[in-house]
């Protein structure tokens, strides 16, 4: 399988601390692209890290990415209650057949 | 409010019924898409559709019927579903057909057949 594993399956923190949740692939890939998703809701892109760039940052979000080690983390830094959501690491891989292949998630809760 | 508007939200129907889910973007964009999101699973990519051309269906069950019929309206029709059909259908967007820049998703509508 081509997919994204997220690691870990679920986090709890504190408000205001800090986040990290990892993504690891199997196969080359175009682009990795980080989502968040509220309950009820549907996917909202955060970032997108081409495979020649290694880091990317979006306000208290940054991501980074090591094609050697295939694999990309997201750091939510001084987090928040709204922080709370199911975050997705999504992969472009390269080849003929282009999919966008998605991980399971990670469940991050921020206690208040 | 995401640009992608998706309705019903919510819908339970029986086995045997007919429904159509219905998805548009207001965003100008010329690709769209049908995932379904079911719990404990990644999303799984139903049909792709380019400027009102469908291009891609990977190995979805007949029982779901795609249909674009402009770029900015796309439908999921429905018919003798399973209850293993049960989930979160979920309508995206891109600019172009591919996955250089990011997908613009509709809130979903949750679907639970009976």
């Known amino acids: 399988s081509q997919q994204g594993e997220e690691d870990p399956q679920a986090l709890s923190i504190q408000e205001g601390e800090n986040a990290t949740m990892n993504c690891s692939y199997k196969?080359?890939?175009?682009?990795l692209q980080w989502y968040r998703q509220n309950s009820g809701r549907g996917l909202v892109h955060l970032i997108l890290?081409?495979?020649?760039?290694r880091e990317k940052h979006s306000g208290r979000l940054r991501v980074t990415l090591d094609t050697s080690k295939k694999s990309s983390s997201l750091l939510i830094t001084a987090s928040r209650a709204a922080d709370t959501a199911s975050y997705f690491c999504?992969?472009?891989?390269?080849?003929?057949?282009?999919?966008?292949?998605f991980g399971k998630g990670i469940t991050l809760s921020v206690r208040p | 409010e995401t640009g992608v508007t998706q309705t019903p939200r919510h819908l339970v129907m029986g086995m045997t019924n007919k429904k159509s889910l219905k998805c548009e973007q207001h965003?100008?964009?010329?690709?769209m898409y049908w995932y379904k999101q079911s719990a404990k699973k990644p999303l799984e990519l139903m049909f792709v559709?380019?400027?009102?051309?469908?291009?891609e269906n990977n190995s979805v069950p007949s029982r779901f019927s795609p249909e674009c019929p402009n770029s900015s309206h796309l439908f999921l029709h429905l018919h003798t579903l399973q209850p293993e059909d049960s989930a979160l259908y979920l309508c995206?967007?891109?600019?172009?057909?591919?996955?250089?820049?990011?997908?613009?998703f509709g809130n979903g509508t949750r679907l639970t057949v009976t």
């Open positions: 196969t080359s890939i175009n682009n």
């Open positions: 890290i081409r495979s020649n760039e």
């Open positions: 965003l100008g964009h010329n690709a």
């Open positions: 995206a967007s891109s600019p172009h057909r591919g996955y250089n820049s990011p997908l613009h």
């Open positions: 559709y380019s400027l009102e051309e469908r291009v």
């Open positions: 999504a992969t472009d891989h390269t080849g003929a057949n282009s999919k966008l292949t």
